[in-house]
């Protein structure tokens, strides 16, 4: 058993103590290393729109990408890509304030509800350019949904929170629908945030070892 094992013992010692050696032995750089300052507050707000899906007529706004295969009678699988309106208004003509752009896909085989994921990308008012982004199972026939907010950028970074969902009208004959959101974020806020690109050269001392 001894004899068995010796070798495979021996190599295996070897083998770390190279590992080491090497560790040791190589010289480490730091790049491009960002150092932020924030400012320990936290900062809560509410969003109130209304989202527009438009599957029908000559410019729909979601637009079918995969089908279910088997002739589901669940839709199981089936997927839409979204470009849908947001406004502030319930009314779709109403003022545009920004877009909900992602896909969402039809996630259950015994009840229709979706996996969303998507991205409200706001174009006019205070938050113009700033988006949040949603995952999260939306049960549609239920009156309220409750969805993650994930994250988000511009005047939304660290933002965390949910959305609920409240569908408002629809259409049986064509899918359209319009769906009320309000969206509660607790975000970090951040007074300044200073960017340092640098090299750090560090030396490390090569040591030897000998059995």
């Not at 997927?79 to 896909?105: K, P």
């Not at 005047?155 to 569908?167: D, E, P």
Request: hydrophobic letters at 35%; zero cysteines.
């Amino acid at each position: 058993m001894a004899n068995t094992f010796s070798p495979f013992i021996l190599f295996s010692l070897y083998f770390t103590i190279f590992s080491i050696f090497l560790s040791k032995t190589i010289d480490g750089f730091h790049t491009k290393r960002f150092v932020q300052e924030t400012k320990a507050t936290d900062n809560t707000k509410t969003l109130h729109f209304y989202f527009h899906d438009i599957l029908s007529g000559k410019n729909p706004t979601a637009v079918n990408i995969l089908k279910p295969s088997g002739g589901s009678i669940s839709s199981f699988g089936s997927t839409m890509m979204i470009d849908d309106a947001l406004t502030d208004e319930q009314d779709s003509n109403s003022n545009i304030i920004g877009r909900a752009q992602g896909f969402y896909s039809v996630a259950s085989q015994s009840e229709l509800a979706f996996l969303m994921v998507m991205t409200f990308s706001f174009t006019e008012g205070e938050y113009s350019g700033s988006t949040l982004s949603i995952v999260g199972r939306n049960p549609v026939m239920n009156d309220v949904r409750e969805m993650p907010v994930v994250g988000g950028t511009g005047k939304f970074r660290f933002a965390r929170g949910y959305a609920l969902a409240h569908t408002v009208w629809f259409d049986a004959s064509t899918g359209d629908a319009t769906v009320e959101y309000n969206v509660h974020l607790l975000q970090d806020g951040v007074s300044s945030v200073r960017k340092t690109d640098y090299k750090k050269k560090r030396k490390i001392k090569r040591h030897s070892i000998t059995i």
